[in-house]
């Protein structure tokens, strides 16, 4: 991805949170405070247990914050595609190590900023502060509808919402991927899955 590209990919990013172009024009002057990077399927941006002073912006791809168990086992607290970005908030607020880690599923290209510039960002120009405040709203509501999904769906439902959240990347993410995401074993996706006719 050349230098235009990375700009037109942080275009339609900002589109998905600002409206009007003077605006995302506004946010594209601060080009020089990201760093943008590809990687390689199963690369980990973050382990748990880091400190993190950076939020990764998903230019393309998918991935995955994961927690690791005790013992050994892992759990998808949450996919990430374009548009949304890693991050542990808990690491840039707080101090606090990373609680869980954010690898790609699929090759991935980001655009990384310091926190610290982003706040300052915010702090000094309301474009930036409305892009911030979106951003916030956005995981907020994404949280909301995960927690929900978890404790009012059947395990079918939650893999037909999969489907229709992840439409153009589903075939992309592992179905042991997909299974985790959900909270169901493997085995129990392969059932729902052959019931819907897609084995």
């Known amino acids: 991805m050349d230098p235009i590209d990375y700009q037109q990919s942080l275009r339609r990013l900002f589109a998905i949170y600002i409206d009007r172009s003077s605006d995302i024009e506004l946010l594209l002057e601060s080009l020089p405070l990201f760093q943008y990077q590809h990687w390689r399927a199963g690369q980990s941006l973050f382990n748990q247990g880091e400190q993190v002073d950076t939020v990764y912006f998903l230019l393309s791809g998918v991935g995955r914050y994961y927690y690791l168990l005790a ?4 759990r998808n607290k949450s996919l990430v595609r374009f548009g949304g970005a890693f991050a542990s908030v808990s690491t840039l607020v707080q101090g606090v190590p990373s609680p869980f880690s954010c690898q790609t599923i699929t090759p991935c290209t980001t655009a990384a900023i ?4 982003l706040v300052n960002l915010a702090d000094c120009q ?4 409305t892009f911030v405040r979106r951003l916030y709203e956005q995981l907020a509501i994404k949280k909301e509808k995960r927690e929900a999904a978890l404790l009012t769906m059947s395990a079918r439902q939650r893999y037909e919402a999969f489907l229709q959240d992840f439409a153009d990347e589903a075939e992309q993410i592992p179905l042991r ?4 995401f959900i909270g169901i074993t493997d085995v129990a996706l392969s059932r729902i899955r052959r019931d819907m006719g897609l084995t």
Not at 114 to 117: E, F, I, K, P, S
Not at 126 to 129: A, M, N
Not at 177 to 180: E, G, L
């Open 71 to 74: 013992n050994g086992l892992e």
């Open 126 to 129: 309301p474009v930036w502060s």
């Open 177 to 180: 991927q997909v299974a985790m």
């Open 114 to 117: 310091r926190y610290a510039d």
